[in-house]
């Protein structure tokens, strides 16, 4: 989903400024939440895990060039099952940029669209939790269709900002037209396999029921809401 070098610049990199800085703050506000209830011991661990992640499936996973940009698996969704809408947010923002630091410094001028189209959604996906997973569910227990709403929400708010960066930057030429559906049809691939991954990470979870009070994951994981 990575913005590529030259689809937006010049003075029209002003955008992504705001942007970003809207999700980010919204993101830091989040987090002070988190750090208030639950310590802030717990957010970083859940951080640093979560940046592993998320530099891992930039790096290590499979990625392939389509259309105006790459389709990855970012498991936004899992994430959140996982570890919370806060960690999962510092892992997103903190892993793009040390991907951009250490391994793509020419993805930093883009990094306020990227981290736009990153967090943007997962804020989204925590709204649609809210709707779709009842209180009395614990995140383990979510069925296939909580997860693949949840999936949706994530991977088509990533295509949905790709496609406003692109026509932003190039505007609504056929030939851009033509590459942003191919990028959204190739993002299809990931909403009908994130959900299926999040079913086995959550089954495997269930193994792992001692970690039922520890720092690792999100109190949510395991318990319903009080």
Request: glycine letters at 8%; one cysteine or more.
């Given at each position: 989903?990575?913005?590529?070098?030259?689809?937006?610049?010049g003075?029209?990199?002003?955008?992504?400024?705001?942007?970003?800085?809207?999700?980010?703050?919204?993101?830091a506000?989040?987090?002070?939440?988190?750090?208030?209830?639950?310590?802030?011991?717990?957010?970083?661990?859940?951080?640093?895990?979560?940046?592993?992640?998320?530099?891992?499936?930039?790096?290590?996973?499979?990625?392939?060039?389509?259309?105006?940009?790459?389709?990855?698996?970012?498991?936004?969704?899992?994430?959140?099952?996982?570890?919370?809408?806060?960690?999962?947010?510092?892992?997103?923002?903190?892993?793009?940029?040390?991907?951009?630091?250490?391994?793509?410094?020419?993805?930093?001028?883009?990094?306020?669209?990227?981290?736009?189209?990153?967090?943007?959604?997962?804020?989204?996906?925590?709204?649609?939790?809210?709707?779709?997973?009842?209180?009395?569910?614990?995140?383990?227990?979510?069925?296939?269709?909580?997860?693949?709403?949840?999936?949706?929400?994530?991977?088509?708010?990533?295509?949905?900002?790709v496609?406003?960066?692109?026509?932003?930057?190039?505007?609504?030429?056929?030939?851009?037209?033509?590459?942003?559906?191919a990028?959204?049809?190739?993002?299809?691939?990931?909403?009908?396999?994130?959900p299926?991954?999040d079913?086995?990470?959550?089954?495997?979870?269930?193994?792992?029921?001692?970690?039922?009070?520890?720092?690792?994951?999100?109190?949510?994981?395991?318990?319903?809401e009080?």
């Open positions: 989903m990575h913005i590529e070098p030259g689809v937006v610049d003075a029209k990199l002003a955008l992504s400024y705001v942007t970003a800085t809207g999700a980010v703050g919204y993101a506000k989040l987090a002070y939440d988190t750090m208030k209830h639950d310590g802030i011991a717990p957010l970083a661990i859940r951080g640093a895990i979560t940046t592993a992640l998320v530099l891992c499936f930039f790096q290590v996973f499979p990625h392939y060039p389509v259309g105006v940009s790459e389709v990855h698996l970012i498991l936004g969704a899992t994430l959140f099952l996982m570890f919370g809408a806060a960690p999962a947010a510092l892992g997103l923002a903190l892993g793009l940029l040390t991907q951009g630091l250490l391994f793509a410094p020419a993805d930093l001028p883009q990094y306020g669209m990227n981290v736009t189209t990153l967090l943007v959604p997962l804020l989204v996906v925590a709204t649609v939790a809210r709707r779709v997973i009842p209180a009395n569910t614990a995140y383990k227990d979510v069925s296939y269709g909580q997860a693949f709403a949840l999936s949706t929400a994530f991977q088509g708010g990533v295509v949905v900002w496609a406003f960066w692109a026509l932003y930057g190039n505007g609504f030429a056929l030939d851009n037209i033509v590459q942003i559906s990028f959204g049809a190739a993002y299809l691939t990931v909403i009908l396999i994130e299926v991954l079913m086995a990470i959550l089954a495997a979870a269930k193994t792992l029921h001692r970690f039922k009070d520890s720092r690792l994951f999100h109190s949510r994981l395991y318990s319903a009080a």
